[in-house]
């Protein structure tokens, strides 16, 4: 025996039982209660099925909203993967097509745009970024090229004047291949140290030029040698420019920033006298 409260459980059945949509087993069962006689149910399903009948004359008599169609058709389609064949019989094939076809398209043209869009700007902040570091290099390159030839300049200012005197520099070392020379201008005491084979000093450390007068170590300058430059030309100014009074030159290896008197080796060496 069924009670009451069953039998209205079964009648929720019939819309979708009318349908179509009851899974194998539900409907068995529906179709079950059916042949017991359930008066409720019959009813409510011929009443299902009258409406269903009156469907294509409501629907000829009350025209939708225009768009409504294409909306639900849309909606349908976002939900489903595959297209609405059915749809194909309805009036207005063309403009439902149409919306349908697009539908799909248009979301995936919205999103690869963005993706294009957010790799156009990823790969435009690395040329930028590119960009800046290249012209950042070219300056500093630019200034480098800058300084030599002002450098250049320089030596050739204290090369051309009329009087300029030179001072050769020899090695200590007797393994090493090094030498030197010192030009200078007397009256302004500009002076040029050319040095060549001299190995590259460590990074704490610096050569350092001294000219020599009445025995004693005068500070003239410090200069770099790198591994680039086997040829180094500095220019610096000295104390005194008169020949008479500088009894020589001397070159040697200091901390960097340079000493007030010699602590390292000497390394190159020439006298006047
Ligand atoms: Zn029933």
Redesign the pocket.
């Known amino acids: 025996m069924k009670t009451e409260e069953q ?1 209205h459980s ?2 929720e059945l019939c819309i979708p039982y009318v349908f179509g949509r009851l899974n194998p087993g539900n409907r068995k069962q529906f179709e079950a ?1 059916l042949e017991t006689g ?1 008066e ?2 019959k009813r409510e399903l011929s009443e299902l099925y009258e409406a269903i009948a009156l469907l294509p004359l409501l629907l000829k008599q009350e025209a939708p909203p225009s768009g409504l169609r294409q909306r639900i058709l849309s909606r349908l389609s976002s939900k489903r993967s595959e297209p609405p064949r059915a749809a194909k019989p309805i009036p207005q094939r063309g403009v439902v097509e149409a919306s349908v076809t697009k539908a799909p398209p248009r979301s995936w043209y919205l999103y690869a745009s963005i993706v294009m869009g957010v790799l156009l700007i990823i790969s435009l902040l690395f040329f930028l970024n590119d960009q800046l570091r290249t012209t950042g290099e070219l300056e500093k390159k630019l200034t480098d090229l800058q300084a030599q030839i002002q450098e250049k300049q320089d030596i050739l200012g204290i090369l051309q004047v009329q009087k300029v005197e030179i001072l050769q520099l020899a090695n200590m070392d007797a393994g090493s291949q090094a030498f030197g020379r010192v030009f200078w201008e007397p009256e302004k005491r500009h002076a040029v140290v050319q040095v060549v084979n001299l190995i590259a000093e460590p990074a704490d450390k610096q050569y350092q030029l001294w000219l020599v007068k009445e025995k004693k170590y005068l500070r003239v300058g410090e200069f770099d040698v790198n591994k680039e430059k086997s040829n180094v030309f500095a220019v610096m100014t000295l104390p005194v420019g008169e020949r008479q009074e500088i009894e020589g030159f001397a070159i040697t290896l200091e901390p960097r920033g340079g000493s007030t008197q010699p602590s390292g080796a000497i390394q190159l060496r020439g006298a006047t006298k």
């Open positions: 039998r079964q009648l209660h359930c409720q149910c």
